[in-house]
């Protein structure tokens, strides 16, 4: 990308400070572990920004060697792999348990890789949904995504008729207020306690997909222990980007993905964390299947299902390997450059580039994400007028890679492991030039 014409007097000091900002950058080391697009569609450019880590984030250049460790110990194994691979396939999950258990603030027993992640939310909703004819509804967020909405609805269908409850009530959103595009953190606790007794199950986007705002995951499950209800976070948005503490902050259970900022490539496995309150419950009904089984009597093939404690009994089928092995390589990298560095140069990241945006005299652009560093994580949602849709078709011809969100949001997240100051910048640069023509 060509250094943008004439820069208004804001940006071209913006973009001094951003340089600066990269030169002194601990961690900026990090971003040639990653390989860098070159392309946007069929377009190649000299240099893409890339700003869409919250929807698929880059491929760790150790990803590959992850993946040739696996297929060079299949073809020299085969099926004896599974005890004798360098890291034997039949105890897999355990290679990313430890590192996951750190990212989410949980004890090693409380987390496990397996499955994608709707799969995993449907899972937990067998054991943590339990709906009867008086405490039936399910509590999401305004604008939940998709697979969470039709989540809920469907597992409410799935038991409505034996409960003997209406599934068109038991799904309940959160409402906005007029004009507002997130909520306030009074009026989530408050319709907490409004459903009360009725709630069965709150399950919120730890960090929406759509505005960006970071719940208070914590007031959230006391709130709805408080109740009596069940607590449970989808949180594909949320890990990788935000802190969490898991364990203490006390939900039933989360679940998240892999491949948006935790970088483990296209479809990649799935977590789920299940609190450690639930670890020996073998009654909890729950799906399962062979790997959820302990692991000493997993091959004596006997009827009689004993599940593993811990979220590892969650398991139904035996784990991917070749997703896990990137996955592990991913992770590795968030252990190497430690959590609280990245949230710090990921507020920095963001808060600049929200500090640029609001520099550019657009008329008629919102941004709705919380401005309070407890409420976000990176991604920073605009909220567009008419010009949206082309405006961001403009973008992309200029190399940029951001995402819009049906029916007219550009989200933004600067990356703390790939991205630099610079980057935030100049897309602001290109923003201000696209809106001024
Ligand atoms: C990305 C995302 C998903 C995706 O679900 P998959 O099962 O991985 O396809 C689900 N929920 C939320 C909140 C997401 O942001």
Redesign the pocket.
Known sequence: MAEPAALPAFMAQALERARAGDAADPLAHFRDRFHHPNMVGDTRHDEVIYLCGN?LGLQPKAAREALETELEDWARYGVEGHLHARHPWFYYHHEVEGLLAELVGARTEEVVAMN??????NLMLVSFYRPTAKRYKILLEAK?????QYTAEMQARFHAKAQGFDPEKAVVEIPLRDGEHHHRPEDVLAAIAEHGEELALVMI?GV??YSGQFFDLKAITEAGHAVGAQVGF?L??AVGNVPLELHDQGPDFAVW?S??YLNSGP?GV?GAFVHERHANSPELPRFAGWWGNAEKTRFQMQPGFHPQSGAAGWQMSNAPVLNIAVHRAALELFREAGFARLREKSLALSGLLRECLEAIPNGGFELITPREDAQRGCQLSILTDHRGKAVFEALTAEGIIADWREPNVIRLAPVPLYNRYEDVVRFAAVMAQVLSR
């Open positions: 929807s994608a992640l709707t799969v995993n939310l939940a995504f998709p697979s969470d986007g929406n997909y989808d594909a948005h993905c491949y948006k479809g799935s």
